[in-house]
């Protein structure tokens, strides 16, 4: 099949897996073409069977805010018109479905056609689709697509509740990982000894985006370092950065944390941690952990949206109450005092995670679903 995809590229979960989806697709012998602003930051400059496609959005001193859907929805035109595209997979519903729609009636109006998946990942349903002025437009590009996918069984059910979706059933289809990518015995951790000085080390990435809530994150490490010697790698970057550095200032714990800013290649770093924390309130699905099991490091976190999916609560991980800093913190303390615990839960987390979330079967679902969208765009005509 020849697969277009269309992702936000920049440092996030959406944009990680639908990249990694692309280049798997290739792997399996698929034409894979990427159509976005940039080329997506886990993208290599060079793979077989794999294009990219950049959208170029004109400056113009009519518009204050360059309108990137349309740009998007002309470049998806052109690609699908010039190399005979079968698929246009989205993730996001907008502003990527809705130009992948537009593209289609263009495409029609020449007697030509695409089918068109749409993947929603999170707060495409859960924050900004929700928005008064995004809530229309984002159900018709949901309802106007061949095939939805959600990637956590929570973020199916909110989509049904919030926006009902009458005309749509989705299915879901998780988030992935590469278990030999994720495997912390391939891996040579590349903090310094002289940095780290034996202590335990603790680990949170995300685009510190607030819903990540990355003040609980220090606030829980500064709980376990006082039982426990320790340091809090921080991996990413984002609008609550600074709230974080604040906060590891005002509890003293400031030398003992690293702000790295942001790193594609994450794998050789969680091989040298020893729990992962992810406090958020909100996650459609939490594949930052999902990296994080995979590589055997247990993981701390709050028990909101699908993160439970996920994480095995008390078996690869332990889940509290949002906000619930002390009983993070207390776990934290518990686990890494007890080796033949933390080596018990390590090994569960690193074989749920490759039973489960393995990329070639969730990549074979994905496969399927192109299929059985093809079969019924062969029935509707």
């Known amino acids: 099949m020849k697969i277009g995809i269309t992702c936000y590229p920049t440092y996030g979960g959406s944009g990680a897996v639908a990249t990694e ?3 798997a697709l290739a792997a399996r012998g698929h034409e894979v073409h990427f159509i976005t602003y940039q080329q997506p930051f886990r993208l290599p400059s060079f793979l077989p069977r794999v294009w990219f496609h950049e ?3 004109g400056r113009y001193p009519l518009f204050e805010y360059p309108p990137y859907d349309l740009a998007l929805a002309v470049r998806m035109h052109e690609v699908v018109r010039d190399h005979q595209l079968d ?8 502003p990527h479905a809705t130009s992948a729609w537009i593209a289609r009636e263009m495409l029609r109006e020449e007697h030509a056609d695409v089918r068109l998946v749409t993947t929603l990942h999170g707060t495409d349903i859960t924050i900004v689709g929700q928005e008064r002025s995004f809530y229309t437009i984002t159900r018709f590009s949901i309802e106007k697509s061949d095939s939805v996918t959600a990637v956590s069984n ?10 009902g979706c009458v005309g749509c059933d989705v299915e879901v289809i998780p988030n992935f990982i590469n278990p030999e990518l994720y495997d912390r015995t391939r891996h040579h951790f590349p903090i310094p000894a002289d940095i780290t000085k034996g202590r335990k080390v603790l680990m949170h990435i995300s685009n510190f ?7 609980d994150v220090v606030r829980v490490f500064a709980g376990v370092n006082r039982e426990v010697p320790a340091i809090l790698v921080m991996v990413g970057d984002g609008p609550e950065r600074v709230e974080a550095e604040a906060e590891a200032r005002e509890l003293g714990v400031a030398e003992h944390v690293l702000f790295l800013g942001k790193i594609e290649a994450i794998a050789p770093l969680l091989a040298g941690a020893d729990l992962f924390l992810l406090t958020s309130d909100q996650e459609s699905f ?7 099991l995979a590589s055997g490091v ?8 699908g993160l439970p999916e996920v994480v095995t609560d008390g078996e690869t991980g332990f889940l509290f109450a949002v906000g619930d800093v002390q009983a993070m913190a207390a776990a934290g303390v ?9 080596q018990r839960m390590s090994a569960a987390a690193a074989a749920d995670a490759r039973t489960r979330f393995s990329e070639d079967a969730v990549v074979a679902q994905y496969e399927a679903l192109y299929e059985r969208t093809m079969a019924s765009a062969v029935r509707d005509q």
């Open 21 to 23: 989806l692309g280049i």
């Open 87 to 94: 698929i246009l997979h989205c993730h996001y519903a907008i």
């Open 154 to 163: 929570y973020l199916r059910d909110e989509t049904y509740r919030a926006f």
């Open 55 to 57: 959208v170029d959005v």
């Open 286 to 292: 939490g594949l930052s952990a999902l990296e994080a």
């Open 298 to 305: 247990p993981v701390i976190g709050a028990h909101a949206g």
């Open 334 to 342: 518990q686990l890494l005092t007890d080796p033949a615990k933390w």
């Open 209 to 215: 985006r607030p819903v990540k809530r990355v003040r």
